[in-house]
Structures are given as C-alpha cells and as structure tokens.
C-alpha cells in the first residue's frame, strides 16, 4: 500500500521541513560524488626545495632517520595544511580536550624543545656533522607536521605556518593511512596532501561523508582505534646514522610492552583506556574483570602530572607548555582553558595511581644479625604496559622506607627525597634504566644522540605483574617499640638535570624543583619481639 499525502501537505510546517530534509540529503550525495579529487600538492625537495638537505644517501625517504612516509614520497604541502583550529570551528569540545594534552605540545614543551637543540648541537653526536637532520629522529614524533613539510633541515624555506605550531595536530593522526609500531620513530604513512579543501565550511555539512572519510572515522578506518597507530610512535630505536658508535639502541619499547601483555591479549588497546572520558575509572573496571563501556575524550591522559598542573605559577606553566595554548581568545579564554587542563591533570594523576598496588609483609624469622627486614611488593595492577614506561632514563619509580620508634623519631630513612636538590640518595631502589656514554659516563640529561650503553637499576614491571624488593631496617641498638614503618612509592616525570638543558640554551634559567608525585603508601608495624629477633611480629596496614 503507497502511502498518498494530501495536495497541500507540503505547505505544512513539517512537510516543508521534510521537503529541505529530502532536499539536503540529494544535495549531499550530489556533492559527494561531484567533489573533485584532491589537487595534487606533493612538494619535491629538488625541484621545490633545491637547499633541503639529505646527507644520509640515496634510497632514504625525506624524513630519514625519522619513519615517516607520504603515499608519494613527496613533502607535505606546508602551504596547504589545516591547523586544529579549523577543527575546532565544529569540534570545539574536542579541540579544547587537546588543547591540554601533550599532544598539543609535543614540540613546544621547552623541557623537550631544549632538550631536542642540545641533542643536535651540543652533543658529541650532533657536532660530528648534521645535527640537525639527525633531529628527524626526535622530530618525526614530536614535529610531525614540520618534518613532514621539510621545516626540520639547515636552510629553512618552509614558513612556520600556524598549524606547524600545534605539535600532534588532529590532522597528523587523522590522516594516517598505515602504521609500522615495530619500527617506531614515527612509522607513520600520512597523506596530509590528499585531504579534500572545501572552499567554503558549509559544504562539510552538506557532504560530510567525504568528510569522514577523509578524516580517517573509526568506523570506516579501523587503524584509528588500535594500538598500533599509538605505537608507531610510542616505539623509540636510534638508528646508526644518529651515532655510528653503536648499533641500533631500543630507548622505548611501550608497544612492544603492550604486544605481550593480557590487555592485548583480550583486545584492550591503548586508545580504550588513555583516551577514554574516565581512564583511571575505566582500568579499574578492568581491574575488576569487567569490559566498561568505551567513550572517547582528546586528552590522550598520560603520565605528565608536571605540564599539567595548574598550582604552578600561572607564567612558568606557560613558558614550561611552550607559550599560550591554540586557540586561545579564539575559541575559548584563559578561565575555560585553565578549568580544562585542571581536569586534565586530575585524570593524569589518577591514571598514574590507578596502575600500581603496594604491599609490604615482615620477612617469616630474622636473620642471624637480628636485623629486621621488610619485604615489598610492588605490583603492575593496572597498566597495559610495563611500569614505569617510556623514555625510562627520565621516567621513573623508586621507593621510600621510614621507620619510626614509639616516640615518634626517625630511626631509620631510605629513599628520602631532597626537596632543595631533587635528588634521592644512592641507596634508594628506582626502576630506571641509566644511560652511558661513550667515556662511560652517566648522562642525566637526556641527550640520546651520545647514548652508548644502557643499564636497567631495576627492570621496569611487567602488566600483571609484582616485583619483590627486600629491605634491611638497619635500626640503631635500644630502639624502643613499637616500630611505625611507612612505605612510599613515588613516581617521577624526569630527573632534575634535564633543567639544565634550558640554561645551555640560553633560554633562562628554571628555578624549580622537579616533584615528584606519590602512588601508593602503605604503613605496618613492627612488635618489640620482632625488633629483637623473635619472629616476624608485623601487623599489616592500609595503602
């Protein structure tokens, strides 16, 4: 039976809108297959950018010793790229989550931005010829755009562009065809030139299945929801070109972590909890055995509890992050940017705490010195990867015991923390891995480029996974008990000597302490029998 309407029906309220409704949906399949195909905007380094410099050989791509790639080889038309901010003409919500992120400032941060210039001219590496191209190697992650447009070599005839001043822009993941997380370095294949330019923003709405497709939707692009898009970054191994003094070295290994890890295992990628609404709410679902509802936020919540935190003083937070955020008093203000990264760092930190349990027993009898001992668990409860994780000559975790007598004095303290230096002592057990150079020195400060050995302090803990760290309470003789023992597990973003990589610069000198940040504590208590060797006389507490 055909359903008939009446003559006048279109000159109804809703019959005319049903009429426009039919209408747009014509004109948007119109337009969908009339649209033209992208122009072509590949740049070529000879013809376009004849002083573009590519010292390392034939056969190597633009972005060498980066993995980049473009679906033609070519640059990316700098000229022709668009910035967050055009997103955020209609994904406001999602621009100002970014906004927060370390993605937003993956190259601004000066803590790296520093870091990246000494690497390339300071270090024994860099100063042995094209520092600056071997900065493709760091670049190719935190200056996605700027490699990819050719802004990343010695004579520089690429402007810097407003959407090259945005790190991780949006176009940069959602213009990813393919990714390679086993060769890491930014093995990303990113057709930024193949994107469609609309003339005006209204046909975006009026055929925006073009849209979605150009912008890589989960739904149609499957790569935008798993891991190894994360990992395609999120994997660090300095090549030889970088430093011919050793072969290649695995400075980052976060998707390899995740790859054997339960989570993998039962489909959990990085996306479903670190871009999740509530990450540390969803792993502790996990946690529980359940599979919580996926939801989506831009924050990329990670472990950067320090550029995030808004009780630092309002300029040094802004010179930390590299200057005002994109999109400021253009798509929000100063008050609803603050609001947005304060809720930032609270994800961030209870991300952090959500990973890690602790545990602390009395060790069953005493030595025959009868000196009491401690044994600590430290468990991987909740991360998908190993913890600690990432550049782990900066990332780290260490412990601290303090043990009180019945009067309240400190009879015994490892692991205490220097607020005036931003130190720990020797003696504190970290889960770090030391750096080396070639004369076999430590290197504090993060300049990878002159990395020659690697030495793990304690290999970081695996998902699911406990270490065992026996402590000695090497207590003075007569303590009177009973013994109050306070466990800490501390979490740190970097060591302090990285700080110094600003000075170098002559960028000013930083006058803070880098904090750490508490995980977990745990007190126990020790009975006077245990104190003198008889038994193990420990009554168990709360974390």
């Known amino acids: 039976m055909k359903m008939k309407f009446p003559a006048h029906f279109f000159a109804l309220p809703l019959g005319r809108f049903l009429l426009a409704l039919v209408c747009a949906l014509v004109l948007a399949l119109v337009l969908d297959r009339l649209l033209p195909p992208p122009a072509e905007l590949g740049v070529t380094p000879e013809k376009d950018l004849p002083l573009y410099s590519q010292p390392f050989g034939k056969g190597h791509s633009p972005f060498y010793p980066g993995e980049l790639s473009t679906p033609d080889g070519k640059l990316v038309n700098w000229r022709a790229v668009p910035g967050a901010l055009n997103c955020g003409e209609c994904h406001l919500k999602e621009t100002l989550e970014w906004a927060t992120s370390m993605h937003a400032i993956s190259d601004l941060d000066l803590i790296y931005d520093s870091t990246v210039r000494e690497n390339t001219a300071a270090s ?296 005036k230096k931003g130190t720990e002592p020797p003696d504190a057990v970290r889960w770090m891995k030391e750096v080396y150079d070639t004369s076999g020195q430590p290197e504090r400060r993060h300049l990878l480029f002159d990395a020659y050995t690697l030495h793990y302090t304690r290999k970081p803990i695996p998902p699911h996974q406990t270490d065992t760290v026996n402590v000695r309470l090497a207590l003075p003789p007569g303590v009177q008990g009973p013994v109050t023992v306070d466990v800490r597990l501390w979490y740190r973003i970097a060591v302090q000597d990285i700080l110094r990589n600003i000075e170098n610069q002559g960028l000013g000198k930083v006058d803070v302490i880098i904090p750490p940040l508490l995980l977990k504590e745990v007190r126990h208590e020790l009975a006077p029998r245990a104190l003198s060797g008889g038994g193990s006389g420990a009554r168990g507490g709360k974390s």
């Open 124 to 419: 024994r590496a860099g100063k042995a010829g094209h520092g600056d191209e071997k900065g493709r190697w760091c670049e190719s992650c935190h200056n996605p755009l700027g490699t990819l447009a050719g802004a990343v070599t010695l004579a520089n005839s690429v402007q810097e562009i407003e959407a090259m001043e945005e790190g991780t822009a949006c176009v940069v993941c959602h213009a990813v065809n393919r990714a390679e997380p086993l060769a890491g370095n930014g093995a990303l294949e990113v057709d930024i030139n193949g994107i469609f330019r609309y003339s005006h923003p209204a046909l975006i709405a009026a055929a925006p299945s073009r849209h979605v497709r150009d912008m890589r939707a989960r739904r149609s692009h499957p790569l935008m929801g798993d891991s190894a898009l994360c990992g395609a970054c999120h994997t660090e191994i300095r090549p030889t070109s970088v430093n011919a003094a050793t072969p290649p070295l695995n400075l980052q290994d976060t998707y390899s972590e995740w790859r054997q890890s339960p989570y993998a295992r039962a489909g959990i990628q990085c996306q479903d909890c670190h871009m999740a609404a509530d990450p540390a709410g969803f792993v502790a679902a996990l946690k529980r055995g359940e599979r919580p509802r996926k939801t989506v936020s831009h924050r990329f919540v990670g472990n950067n509890y320090l550029l995030s935190n808004t009780a630092l003083p309002a300029g040094l937070l802004s010179a930390l992050r590299g200057g005002s955020p994109p999109g400021l008093n253009r798509l929000y203000d100063r008050a609803a940017f603050k609001k947005e990264l304060g809720r930032t760092n609270e994800a961030v930190v209870a991300l952090l705490r959500e990973a890690a349990e602790l545990r602390v027993d009395a060790v069953p009898g005493t030595p025959d010195d009868g000196v009491p001992q401690l044994r600590v668990f430290v468990t991987n409860a909740g991360a998908g990867h190993a913890l600690p994780t990432g550049p782990l000559d900066q990332r780290y975790l260490w412990l601290e015991v303090q043990a009180k007598d019945a009067m309240g004095n400190t009879v015994f303290h490892q692991g205490r923390f220097d607020e």
